[in-house]
C-alpha cells in the first residue's frame, strides 16, 4: 500500500478568502461579462457595455470597504510544519499598502472609463474589445500590490501591461500602431530583463516569496552574492519602466500621442501605480538586505527621472500638434522621478521609520489630478493634434472648464490654491531630508521651480485673450458628454476636497503601510 508524502494530507487544502481578493475578482468577473455581452447584444444597444464596465469597476472599489479597519487578510498561503501559515509564506495579502494601490488603480481606471465613454463613440473604437481590455488590464494593476511572491508580481504586471497594448493599438488613423509597437518592444524587453532577475534572485535565496527572499539573500554564501545583487538589479528593472523611470522612459511620449486619449490618462496614473508598487514591493520586503545599494540606486534614479521628465517638457513647442499631450506626457515623466524619491528614502530611513506612506500619498494626488488635466483637454481638444495654443482664450469662452484646468496645472506646480499639490511635494520633501538625502531634496527643489514655467505658461494661455481660430471657439457653447461631464466634475470636486481637508490623504502618509 503505497503511503502518502505528508503525515496530514487534509492540512493541504486552504480555503480561500473571497472577500480578501474581492476586488480584482470583481474587474475579472466584470471583463468576463463585457466579453461575452458583446457577443450577444445587439449594434443599437452596445453603449450599456461601457455602463457595465463603470459598474463593474464602482462595485470593485466598494469591494475595498470590508477590508478597511481591520488587521490584513491573506490567502494563498504555504503551511508551514506546525500546520500553520503566516503572511511570510502567502501570496495575496490584503494590508494597508494593497488597499492604497487598489483604490489608486480601480479610482484610475473608473475616471478613465468615464472619460473613455464619448471616446469610443466619437472615433468608433470597438466597443466589446475596449471594454474588455480595460477592464483585463485594470484586474491586473490591481492584483499587482497584494501579491507577495515574485511569480505572482510578474503574472500581475503582465495581466496589467498586455492588455493596454491593445489598447493603444485601436486608434485606426496609423499612429497607434506605431505607438503600440513601441510600447510593446520597450515592455517586451524590459519583462525578459526582469525574469532573468527573478531566475538569479531564485537561484541565490531559493525562494519566490518575498519575505523568503530576504531572508535566503540574508543568509546566502559568499559565492552567491554577485548572482544575487545582480538578479535583484535586473528584477527592478520590468517595474522601474512601468514607473517609466529615466532610461526606461523613451516610449512614452510617442506611445501617449497614438493611443486614445483616455488611454493615455489610465497608463499615465494606473499603469504607473502598478509599477510603483511592484517596485516597492521588490525593494523594501524580497531586497531589504541590499538597501543601501538599491536605496542610491533609486536616489540617483530619481535625480536623472525628474530632471530628464521637466526638460522634456520645456522643449515642447505650444504651437506645434500633439504638444498638449506631450507635454503631459514628459510631466509624467518628471511626476515620476518624485514618485521615486520616498523609494529612496526607505534604503535609508532607520528601522520603524516607513517613508513608503509618502509615495502612497503623492501617487493619490497625482491620479486624480492629471486625470482630470487629460479629462479638461478630452473636452476641449476633441480633435487629433491639439496643441497648447488651442487653449488660448478658453476662460472667455468656457469658464468652468478653463478653471478647471488652471486648478489642475497648479495642483501639479505645487502652486496655490492647489494646496493638495503643495502638500504632497512638501511631504516628499521631508521624507528625503529625514532619511539624510538633502542632496536629492535639493534638486528636486530645483526641479519644481523648473517645473513652474511649463505648469504657469499654459495657466496663462488660459486667460490670454483668444488667437485665430482658436479651438475654444469651437468647444464654446458645445454641451459635454455625459462621460466628461462626470470626469471633470469627480476629479476637479476631489481636488478641491483634499486642498480644503488633505488630511484625509496625508495621513497615508504617517504610518507604516505594511
Not at 469662452?397 to 496645472?409: D, E, K, Q, V, Y
Not at 496663462?460 to 471633470?488: H, N
Not at 476636497?497 to 497615508?508: E, F, G, I, K, T
Request: include cysteine.
Amino acid at each position: 500500500m503505497t503511503s502518502l508524502a505528508v503525515a496530514n494530507p487534509g492540512s493541504l487544502i486552504q480555503s480561500v478568502d473571497w472577500v480578501a481578493i474581492a476586488p480584482p475578482l470583481i474587474a475579472a468577473v466584470a471583463a468576463l461579462a463585457v466579453l461575452l455581452t458583446d457577443l450577444f447584444l445587439p449594434e443599437r444597444h452596445k453603449k450599456w457595455l461601457g455602463r457595465l464596465t463603470a459598474a463593474g469597476l464602482a462595485l470593485a472599489l466598494i469591494a475595498l470597504l470590508p477590508l478597511t479597519g481591520g488587521s490584513p487578510r491573506a490567502t494563498f498561503c504555504v503551511q508551514n510544519v506546525a500546520g500553520g501559515s503566516d503572511n511570510g509564506g502567502c501570496s495575496y495579502v490584503a494590508d494597508h499598502f494593497a488597499l492604497v494601490f487598489q483604490l489608486l488603480a480601480l479610482g484610475g481606471a473608473l475616471i478613465a472609463a468615464l472619460l473613455s465613454a464619448h471616446t469610443v463613440e466619437d472615433e468608433r473604437l470597438p466597443r466589446g474589445e475596449y471594454w474588455f481590455l480595460l477592464l483585463s488590464s485594470a484586474t491586473g494593476a490591481a492584483l499587482l500590490p497584494a501579491s507577495r511572491d515574485l511569480a505572482t508580481m510578474v503574472i500581475a504586471l503582465e495581466v496589467a501591461s498586455l492588455p493596454a497594448f491593445a489598447l493603444v493599438a485601436l486608434r485606426r488613423d496609423g499612429r497607434g500602431a506605431e505607438a503600440a509597437f513601441k510600447f510593446f518592444v520597450s515592455s517586451v524587453t524590459a519583462t525578459a530583463v526582469m525574469l532573468l532577475g527573478v531566475g538569479f534572485v531564485y537561484a541565490a535565496s531559493g525562494s519566490l516569496h518575498l519575505g523568503a527572499v530576504a531572508q535566503g539573500l540574508e543568509h546566502a554564501p559568499g559565492q552567491l552574492k554577485p548572482l544575487a545583487e545582480a538578479g535583484a538589479v535586473l528584477t527592478l528593472v520590468g517595474f522601474a519602466f512601468k514607473v517609466a523611470a529615466v532610461p526606461f522612459h523613451f516610449w512614452v511620449p510617442d506611445t501617449y500621442t497614438g493611443a486614445p486619449l483616455p488611454v493615455a490618462g489610465y497608463l499615465s496614473v494606473v499603469g504607473k501605480a502598478a509599477g510603483l508598487s511592484g517596485l516597492a514591493l521588490a525593494t523594501t520586503v524580497a531586497f531589504r538586505p541590499y538597501a543601501h545599494t538599491w536605496g542610491l540606486v533609486l536616489a540617483v534614479l530619481a535625480a536623472v527621472t525628474m530632471t530628464a521628465g521637466n526638460v522634456g517638457a520645456l522643449r515642447q513647442r505650444p504651437d506645434t500638434r500633439y504638444s498638449a499631450v506631450r507635454l503631459l506626457a514628459w510631466s509624467s515623466v518628471g511626476q515620476a522621478g518624485y514618485l521615486l524619491v520616498p523609494l529612496a528614502a526607505a534604503g535609508y530611513a532607520p528601522t520603524g521609520v516607513d517613508p513608503l506612506g509618502a509615495t502612497a500619498a503623492y501617487a493619490l494626488i497625482y491620479g486624480v489630478v492629471n486625470l482630470g488635466a487629460f479629462g479638461v483637454v478630452a473636452a476641449v481638444g476633441r480633435r487629433p493634434g491639439t496643441s497648447v495654443d488651442d487653449f488660448r482664450g478658453l476662460f472667455a469662452r468656457n469658464r468652468w472648464t478653463a478653471l478647471a484646468l488652471a486648478f489642475f496645472l497648479l495642483c501639479l506646480a505645487g502652486l496655490p490654491p492647489g494646496v493638495i499639490g503643495l502638500f504632497g511635494k512638501v511631504v516628499v520633501f521631508r521624507a528625503a531630508v529625514d532619511a539624510g538625502l538633502g542632496w536629492l531634496a535639493v534638486l528636486m527643489a530645483v526641479n519644481v521651480v523648473i517645473a513652474l514655467y511649463y505648469y504657469l505658461l499654459w495657466t496663462a494661455r488660459l486667460f490670454a485673450p483668444a488667437g485665430e481660430e482658436p479651438l475654444a471657439e469651437a468647444a464654446a457653447g458645445r454641451r459635454l458628454p455625459v462621460g466628461l461631464t462626470a470626469t471633470l466634475g469627480l476629479t476637479a470636486s476631489a481636488a478641491v476636497v483634499l486642498s480644503v481637508a488633505p488630511q484625509l490623504v496625508l495621513q497615508v502618509a504617517g504610518g507604516s503601510l505594511f
